[in-house]
T-cell receptor
Framework: AQSVSQHNHHVILSEAASLELGCNYS??????LFWYVQYPGQHLQLLLK??????LVKGIKGFEAEFIKSKFSFNLRKPSVQWSDTAEYFC????????????????FGKGTKLSVKP | DTGVSQNPRHKITKRGQNVTFRCDPI?????LYWYRQTLGQGPEFLTY????????KSRLLSDRFSAERPKGSFSTLEIQRTEQGDSAMYLC?????????????FGPGTRLLVL
């Protein structure tokens, strides 16, 4: 069965601190990986995604994530957080289709709340 | 606004009542998903449609839940005889199946509170 785990429930940082949020997935086959963000009062938005190719993926707002196949990990990073990054972050995966795209619904982790102190 | 829209945004109901939610996907997105999110959890898959066909239902979708997408455009999710455990955020997402690197775009959700 497919699963996604996020290690940190709540992370509190000061502005300009570096961020790394952990995400591990479990699945016997090939997966696509995503990070979504939910700002307070807003809907889920895609931060970045990995399907294939360069394992270091750059997303919006200065975020990046690295796919490490040997560790089944897809950790999210940002070198310097801002107060506006306060949000909940969700890692998700789905199965890689035979044509290279997505197959099936997303499996989400429980989310990590990030609070950035000004 | 060309994003996914959901109505209503909030719904309060009494236990035992029926409720219906609507999702309007991004125009021409042929695949539509429903998820449920409870406090402290990530979204959990409920069901999805490819055009008007409902292709998969999760075990979370009890007999009291039914979903339709009659013309392959908007979708409705109905919960009959609501229970307090149904209180959650119900999310809809749509996807353009024609793209290789498909991304699910989420709506704002309908927050249901069952008293």
């Amino acid at each position: 069965a497919q699963s996604v785990s996020q290690h940190n429930h709540h992370v509190i940082l000061s502005e300009a601190a570096s961020l790394e949020l952990g995400c591990n997935y479990s699945y016997g086959g090939t997966v696509n990986l995503f990070w979504y963000v939910q700002y307070p009062g807003q809907h889920l938005q895609l931060l970045l995604k990995y399907f294939s190719g360069d394992p270091l993926v750059k997303g919006i707002k200065g975020f990046e994530a690295e796919f490490i196949k040997s560790k089944f990990s897809f950790n999210l990073r940002k070198p310097s957080v801002q107060w506006s990054d306060t949000a909940e972050y969700f890692c998700a995966s789905n199965r890689r289709g035979s044509y290279g795209g997505s197959q099936g619904n997303l499996i989400f982790g429980k989310g990590t709340k990030l609070s950035v102190k000004p | 606004d060309t994003g996914v829209s959901q109505n209503p945004r909030h719904k309060i109901t009494k236990r035992g009542q029926n409720v219906t939610f609507r999702c309007d996907p991004i125009s021409e997105h042929n695949r539509l998903y429903w998820y449920r999110q409870t406090l402290g959890q990530g979204p959990e898959f409920l069901t999805y449609f490819q055009n008007e066909a409902q292709l998969e239902k999760s075990r979370l979708l009890s007999d009291r839940f039914s979903a339709e997408r009659p013309k392959g455009s908007f979708s409705t999710l109905e919960i009959q005889r609501t229970e307090q455990g149904d209180s959650a955020m119900y999310l809809c997402a749509s996807i353009d199946r024609g793209l290789v690197q498909e991304t699910q775009y989420f709506g704002p959700g309908t927050r249901l509170l069952v008293l």
